[in-house]
C-alpha cells in the first residue's frame, strides 16, 4: 500500500508525492502546514494530537489539512492506493 499526498494553492496543484507509510504522509503534510504559516512542525502536531484547530483557519485532520495564509488558500489530502495503484478509502 502507497500514501499519496497532493497540495493546492488557490488552483495550483502541486505534484504528488508518494510515501509508503500513512504516518511519513501525515508527518510531510504537518511539515507542509508549519512551512506555509511559518512556525515550527511540532505545534501543528501539537493541535493535531490534541484535536483542536491550530487557529480560526487552519486544521489538520487524519487525510486533509487547509489553511490560509496572505489571502491564499491552501489545502492537502493523503490518499490511500493499493498495490495496483488505484485509489480507495
Not at 494530537?49 to 487524519?62: A, I, K
Request: charged share 30%; aromatic share 12%; glycine share 4%.
Amino acid at each position: 500500500m502507497k500514501y499519496l499526498l497532493v497540495e493546492v494553492m488557490e488552483r495550483d496543484i502541486s505534484a504528488p508525492i508518494f510515501f509508503d507509510t500513512h504516518e511519513d504522509a501525515h508527518s510531510e503534510m504537518c511539515q507542509c502546514v508549519a512551512d506555509v504559516l511559518g512556525v515550527n512542525k511540532e505545534e501543528i502536531v501539537e493541535s493535531y494530537l490534541s484535536g483542536d484547530d491550530y487557529d480560526d483557519q487552519t486544521c489538520v485532520l487524519e487525510n486533509t489539512a487547509w489553511t490560509e495564509r496572505h489571502g491564499n488558500n491552501f489545502d492537502w489530502k493523503i490518499f490511500k492506493l493499493n498495490d495496483a495503484g488505484e485509489f480507495f478509502d
